[in-house]
């Protein structure tokens, strides 16, 4: 994938084009890239398998980028006749278009107050009765004649009627005014309504459709229609990962409380609906993981209290839709820890992938690394691009590393988190000299601040044993057990 760039052509990483699809921007693991494009169109999981930055999450990123937009949004309805157990509601996109324009329909219309009957806009407190001066309802008292603005309703023998007419919809006196208007040989009531300095014109249809409205049960959104596809739950907490109902002191005491439906939040399996949840070290999340199972099964997980100390704990939502696809992520030595029943789901819908960790130096790789390094410094946003002089001591690190970590000759390492790290050290340094560029000097320089602590401790003393007994105290000491003076080499 992709397209590659000629050394000769270019004298630092600025003048290299970053590819667009994200896909493209994975180094070196040509083999995941493809089944990663493959399980994202046909919402397969995966299983990726391998040492901490070689490209996980940037391709669990990635799959989102061929997914769909959402479709559906997902509420909690409240439920009158047993508040404690919320209904669930799904509103695809079209149906959420034809909402707004029913709102937009019960809106009525708004005209100037000069615009309206002189009695109506004199009762509603736009216009003085005395001098016909218009100006703010909030006035009480004319600004123009100094009279009171206020109308007596009563010398009007059809006011009582026209109350009760208003009242059949649902809309008092205070600040409305109905009346009726006629329309060839039908009649129909009119309501005007203040709205600030407009008037609000709603005519009977209008009335009954916002009658309808305000009839439903309230509602909350839990998981918005425009949301990120992709939802990360690394390291999530079981209340993060499977949703919760929030505590209230006053227990959802409809005059002192809040309702139960409004205290509903949905969890990651929730929010990753028709998108991706990436969990990475998902071993981490122990027996959670069988919840993770369930969620994926069903295609739904119920929301409720997970305090048993809490008021939310007598709430629960049933039914919540999470069809989303895993993609989760793990080291090799915690591979066996992925319950079997989970880790057969993946396989029985999905790929397993064994990451690689270093790919053959030749120059189509050695401009990828220049491709890496751009994206580094484009992602980081605070340092200057590099030299090509500069990027070939990055080529030589990733030479070394393949060679000492994986024991791989002619190869180059993917282990690119830390080359990450060497790229902005070395780009902190030009910007505290006053560089324009990243030069070979600093990277060389950045190299010597680069050095894992555990071999800065091995070099000034000589092993881990020794740091640790040079620094303990004397309390210390006797925690420690130094094997009578015999390295473990677990730091060598």
Same mark, same amino acid.
């Given at each position: ?67 769909? *937009?959402?479709?559906?949004? =997902? #509420? %909690? ?7 404690? /157990?919320?209904?669930? &509601?799904? +509103? ?101 309504? *203040?709205?600030?300095?407009? =008037? #609000? %014109? ?7 459709? /916002?009658?309808?409205? &305000?009839? +439903? ?81 069903e295609k739904s997980f119920p929301i409720i209290g997970r305090n048993p100390q809490s008021a939310g704990a007598s709430v629960r939502v049933d039914d919540v839709p999470s069809d989303f ?168």
């Open positions: 994938m992709g397209s590659y760039i000629n050394f000769d052509e270019y004298t630092d990483t600025s003048m290299i084009k970053i590819p667009a699809n994200p896909l493209d921007r994975v180094i070196g693991q040509d083999e995941a890239v493809k089944l990663a494009l493959m399980a994202a169109r046909q919402r397969r999981n995966l299983l990726l398998v391998g040492p901490p930055g070689v490209g996980k999450s940037m391709i669990a990123q990635a799959m989102s980028f061929y997914l769909p *937009r959402p479709q559906e949004e =997902i #509420r %909690v309805v409240h439920n009158p006749v047993y508040p404690e /157990r919320p209904f669930v &509601e799904v +509103k695809t996109r079209d149906e959420i278009e034809r909402e707004k324009i029913e709102m937009n329909s019960i809106e009525g219309q708004l005209i100037d107050p000069k615009d309206a009957p002189q009695n109506v806009a004199e009762r509603l407190g736009y216009r003085c009765p005395h001098c016909g001066f218009y100006s703010s309802p909030s006035e009480n008292v004319c600004p123009q004649c100094g009279n009171t603005k206020m109308v007596n309703t009563a010398q009007s023998p059809f006011s009582d009627v026209f109350n009760v007419i208003g009242a059949a919809f649902g809309v008092g006196s205070n600040e409305r005014v109905t009346q009726t208007r006629r329309i060839g040989e039908h009649e129909e009531v009119i309501v005007y309504e *203040r709205q600030g300095d407009k =008037i #609000r %014109v709603m005519d009977e249809k209008t009335m009954e459709r /916002r009658r309808k409205i &305000e009839k +439903k049960s309230p509602s909350k959104v839990i998981v918005p229609i425009d949301r990120n596809p992709f939802v990360l739950a690394t390291g999530a907490s079981e209340t993060e990962l499977l949703g919760d109902v929030r505590h209230d002191p006053y227990g959802g005491h409809p005059q002192l409380g809040t309702l139960p439906y409004e205290r509903v939040v949905a969890g990651a399996v929730h929010m990753a609906h028709e998108g991706v949840l990436f969990i990475d070290e998902i071993t981490h999340l122990g027996n959670l993981q069988r919840f993770i199972l369930t969620a994926m099964q696809i895993l993609v989760a992520a793990c080291n090799i030595a915690d591979l066996q820890y992925i319950l079997s029943p989970l880790r057969s789901r993946i396989i029985g819908n999905g790929y397993e992938i064994l990451m690689e960790t270093v790919m053959e130096d030749n120059e189509k790789n050695r401009l990828k690394y220049l491709q890496f390094i751009a994206q580094e410094i484009n992602m980081d946003g605070r340092i200057p691009h590099m030299t090509i002089d500069g990027a070939y001591v990055i080529i030589q690190e990733g030479r070394r590393k393949a060679k000492e970590i994986d024991g791989k000759d002619n190869a180059l390492s993917l282990r690119l988190r830390e080359l990450g790290g060497l790229v902005r050290a070395a780009g902190d340094i030009a910007v505290e000299n006053n560089h324009k560029l990243i030069e070979k000097s600093d990277v060389i320089e950045a190299l010597k601040l680069y050095i894992p602590v555990e071999e800065k401790i091995k070099k000034y003393y000589g092993s881990m044993e020794n740091a640790l007994r040079t620094e303990a105290t004397g309390s210390q000491k006797g925690v420690y057990n130094y094997s009578n003076g015999v390295d473990d080499g677990i730091y060598n």
